[in-house]
């Protein structure tokens, strides 16, 4: 069974930084799209940045263009966000996700696997 685990959360002052991490386990981490998705207080699940299996393909949201990176070490079996200029709104706790789709996909419906998620918090 596919087990993700995020790490890298905490408390950052506005126009700070942040790195995530998900370690993945239990499966082929190479044949799995991976997602970072994020859930504000009172809010919708929504997508920030996505990278395809092979790393040749990645998405983000238009709110954290220029900002974030997602990466892939698939020798680690390891997904990166690097989150820079940090926002007050930005605070949310931060999933990662897994989809075995053949196309990278930014629909949380169509991720099949999650983690525990990690709380951001972006003090003003």
């Known amino acids: 069974q596919v087990q993700l685990v995020e790490s890298g959360g905490g408390l950052v002052q506005a126009g700070g930084s942040l790195r995530l991490s998900c370690a993945f386990s239990g499966g082929t981490f190479g044949n799995y799209n991976m997602g970072w998705f994020r859930q504000a207080p009172g809010k919708e699940r929504e997508v920030v940045a996505v990278i395809s299996w092979s790393g040749d393909t990645t998405y983000y949201a238009d709110s954290v263009k220029g900002r974030f990176t997602i990466s892939r070490d698939n020798a680690k079996n390891t997904v990166y966000l690097q989150m820079n200029s940090l926002k007050p709104e930005e605070t949310a706790i931060y999933y990662c996700?897994?989809?075995?789709?053949?196309?990278?996909?930014?629909?949380?419906?169509?991720?099949?696997?999650w983690g525990q998620g990690t709380q951001v918090t972006v003090s003003s």
């Open positions: 996700a897994a989809d075995s789709s053949f196309y990278a996909n930014v629909g949380p419906q169509e991720y099949e696997y």
